[in-house]
């Protein structure tokens, strides 16, 4: 920093001691006021002042109180040199704007001492400014041109504000679409769109009293033409330094094409892409957030499964099928209310949830008119299905919503089961403790599938099958149970269900196949080798791909004698997949088992179809049996059966035989086998072994007498 210095003093030997001292610096001098009034005029960049007060013309006073008048004089520096003794003139020197008072005779040392240290702090305050200068340049380039809304505001209110109160950058402006005067005029509050505002004022609060001194939020101004644009926006507290007294700042970035990403993305995860509904997963969030916030008095799920879908997808393609749900998807829709929101979770499944309803009544008419809807709509293509209710426990503190949906599936299940035409079943504790049961087989099954060790033991009983021609056992049918050390004996129809439902039937079923084949070889170890098993077989299991490679090893490994096995399979196999079907049965008869077809008559393939199936013998189901106990004989189709079998080659097999007159009538009707309490139950291995020993050693004769 340059320092130009002028030295006024009326006297020439001062002037040239001063002169000769200061050489270091920039030295000027005037003899009188007047002469340094005019140097003053022709330099502007003086910085210190050697002022002597007793002048002519001028004297030293009269130039203090000529440069007080003039604001670019502030910063200059006035030392008074004088030969003025009295305390006075130094009090009204230095008020009238010296900074300092040397008195002559000049002491050549201490003034220059003295005017080393006004050289200094000159130096300092000129170093000092320029800090400033930059900063400020630095400030207004960054507020000017960042590319994010800077605000910044003295008030603490947001809406009343004036002109002074508000700095706003261009980016703030172009953003809000609004100008600084717009701004000051509306007050953010009323430019903040509804749904943000109680979040942002309450933010505000707790950041002007002191609680917070920053928060950060998405939020939305609303434009002048009424669209709305999305920020991310930081607002923070500013502290205050010296009379600069603002509030807080706030930083807004425009985020709307981030925003219009992700809402697309949110709707995409949100809902069905086919029905344009809400899916599964929304509804997941939505429960979990209401069961959070309680905000609603009742909440209730409704599922509605549709049934045959599967079976119109064989036959009429995905397309149609797909058409369909739309159709339904539509009508359902139809139904929505703010209250009553539609999801499609499943192909075959939507889920309405309901908040805010009266009572059970309302749940009830509002299925019924669901059902209405349904039936009409599906008319034509005989789809069926069933609807469940499922009250939710407000007061419950964790919801498990996977075990809540899942007891609402079991609900419409269970009605779909019951009637198949839309009736409803409201989920209940009879309900909870069918599904908690049914979870604890699972637990049991999947324990033994996995060979964990458990008391749970899964063994079989043999049931002998009697040839009606030669009165004498022919077979056994293999019979699985479970007996649960928690649930004690547990029936097939029960735990072979949810072994199939769960897939573990093919573990299951093939440790059945093995226990099997060892009482195959018992029996072969006893003589008995002519003696088949036969052995149910589900149609998951057939339907594996692994299942006859797998079989097949294991009868090479357990050398198991091919002609003395059968496998029972049921009917209703052969409704989803006939040719696939047909197919492994023609692998498995062709090594010279024997197929039989497990309760023929109650399922889908009809006696017209009968010559499809490609099996050796048809086990009449008990129903038909059954019947034979009607007093009206003549109207029993069990004798056609019979006869129509044989026909198409078929051996028959009579099951549940319980009374000596349906044995009667199966004989005359030439029946070829019988099983049934009537012969015996299903018995453990070493009865049943022993049973047979007795029967062929002609201690039992059943009633029957050989052809
Ligand atoms: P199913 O294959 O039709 O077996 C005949 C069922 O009728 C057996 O019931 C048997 O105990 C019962 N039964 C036999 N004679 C009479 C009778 O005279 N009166 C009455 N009331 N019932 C009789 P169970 O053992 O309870 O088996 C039920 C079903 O469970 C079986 O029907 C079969 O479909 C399935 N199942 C049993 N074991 C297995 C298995 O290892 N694998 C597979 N996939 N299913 C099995
Ligand atoms: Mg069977
Ligand atoms: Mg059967």
């Known amino acids: 920093m340059l320092i130009k210095i002028l030295v006024v003093d009326d006297s020439a030997s001062d002037r040239l001691i001063i002169e000769t001292m200061l050489t270091e610096y920039c030295v000027l001098t005037a003899c009188d006021g007047v002469e340094a009034m005019r140097i003053f005029e022709e330099h502007d960049d003086i910085n210190l002042l050697i002022l002597d007060l007793n002048m002519p013309n001028m004297n030293g006073f009269q130039v203090l109180e000529a440069l007080r008048e003039e604001e670019r004089f502030d910063k200059l520096r006035i030392i008074i040199l004088t030969n003025y003794d009295e305390l006075d003139n130094e009090i009204k020197g230095l008020k009238l704007g010296a900074v300092d008072y040397i008195r002559k005779p000049i002491h050549m040392e201490s003034l220059r001492a003295r005017i080393d240290v006004h050289v200094a702090l000159l130096r300092a305050n000129h170093e000092l400014e320029q800090k400033l200068d930059e900063k400020t340049f630095t400030f207004d380039m960054v507020f000017d041109q960042a590319p994010i809304g800077i605000a910044i505001s003295y008030s603490s209110h947001p809406e009343k504000l004036d002109e002074a109160m508000v700095r706003v950058?261009?980016?703030?402006?172009?953003?809000?679409?609004?100008?600084?005067?717009?701004?000051?005029?509306?007050?953010?509050?009323?430019?903040?769109?509804?749904?943000?505002?109680?979040?942002?004022?309450?933010?505000?609060?707790?950041?002007?009293?002191?609680?917070?001194?920053?928060?950060?939020?998405?939020?939305?101004?609303?434009?002048?033409?009424?669209?709305?644009?999305w920020v991310y926006m930081v607002v923070a507290s500013l502290v205050p330094i010296g009379n600069n007294q603002p509030n807080h700042i706030c930083l807004i970035q425009d985020i709307s094409e981030r925003k219009q990403i992700e809402m697309e993305r949110k709707y995409i995860s949100e809902h069905d892409r086919w029905t344009g509904l809400y899916n599964r997963d929304y509804l997941e969030v939505l429960l979990a957030n209401d069961a959070k916030q309680k905000r609603s008095s009742s909440r209730a799920v409704i599922g509605i499964d549709l049934s045959n879908i599967q079976f119109l997808t064989a036959n009429y393609g995905f397309i149609y099928t797909q058409n369909l749900i739309k159709k339904?998807?539509?009508?359902?829709?139809?139904?929505?209310?703010?209250?009553?929101?539609?999801?499609?979770?499943?192909?075959?499944?939507?889920?309405?949830?309901?908040?805010?309803?009266?009572?059970?009544?309302?749940?009830?008419?509002?299925?019924?008119?669901?059902?209405?809807?349904?039936?009409?709509?599906?008319?034509?293509?005989?789809?069926?299905?069933?609807?469940?209710?499922?009250?939710?426990?407000?007061?419950?503190?964790?919801?498990?919503?996977d075990l809540l949906l899942r007891r609402l599936l079991i609900a419409s299940e269970m009605s779909n089961n019951m009637y198949g035409k839309f009736e409803t079943c409201f989920y209940d504790e009879e309900l909870e403790a069918l599904v908690t049961r049914e979870r604890d087989v699972m637990d049991a099954l999947a324990a033994i599938a996995a060979e964990k060790p458990s008391n749970d033991e899964l063994f079989l009983q043999y049931q002998p099958i009697i040839d009606l021609r030669t009165g004498s056992i022919c077979s056994f049918e293999a019979l699985a149970r479970l007996r649960s050390e928690k649930l004690g004996p547990v029936p097939p129809v029960e735990f072979i269900p949810i072994a199939e439902k769960t897939k573990l039937i093919n573990p299951i079923g093939e440790k059945v196949i093995i226990k099997a084949f060892h009482f195959i070889n018992k029996l072969k170890e006893l003589g008995y080798d002519a003696i088949g098993v036969s052995i149910n077989i589900s149609a998951i299991q057939l339907l594996n791909p692994d299942f006859t490679d797998r079989l097949f090893e294991l009868i090479g490994q357990m050398q198991v004698n091919l002609k003395n096995i059968c496998l029972e399979i049921t009917e209703s196999v052969f409704v989803s997949d006939h040719d696939d079907i047909n197919n492994i049965i023609d692998k498995l008869r062709y090594t010279g088992m024997e197929i039989a077809i497990d309760d023929f008559g109650t399922g889908y393939s009809s006696l017209a179809r009968e010559k499809e199936l490609k099996v050796d013998s048809l086990k009449i189901d008990k129903c038909f049996i059954d019947k034979l106990l009607d007093p009206d004989l003549d109207r029993s189709i069990t004798s056609d059966i019979i006869s129509m079998a044989h026909k198409l080659g078929h051996c028959t097999i009579a099951e549940g035989v319980e009374h000596a007159n349906q044995l009667q009538y199966l004989k005359k009707h030439g029946c070829d086998k019988i099983q049934g309490f009537l012969i015996s139950r299903p018995l453990d291995e070493e009865v049943a072994l022993d049973f047979l020993h007795r029967s062929l050693s002609g201690s039992l004769t059943f009633g029957l007498s050989a052809e």
Request: some cysteine.
């Open 169 to 229: 950058n261009p980016m703030f402006e172009q953003i809000t679409g609004r100008t600084k005067e717009e701004l000051i005029n509306a007050g953010w509050a009323k430019i903040t769109h509804p749904d943000d505002l109680v979040k942002d004022m309450e933010s505000f609060r707790k950041l002007q009293a002191g609680e917070i001194n920053k928060y950060s939020m998405g939020k939305r101004y609303i434009k002048p033409d009424g669209s709305t644009v």
């Open 328 to 401: 339904a998807a539509e009508a359902l829709a139809q139904h929505c209310t703010d209250n009553r929101l539609l999801f499609h979770t499943h192909e075959n499944r939507f889920v309405f949830y309901l908040v805010d309803y009266q009572d059970r009544n309302e749940l009830i008419y509002f299925c019924d008119a669901i059902a209405k809807t349904l039936e009409s709509l599906f008319a034509i293509d005989r789809i069926g299905g069933g609807i469940g209710i499922l009250e939710i426990d407000q007061d419950q503190k964790e919801v498990e919503i």
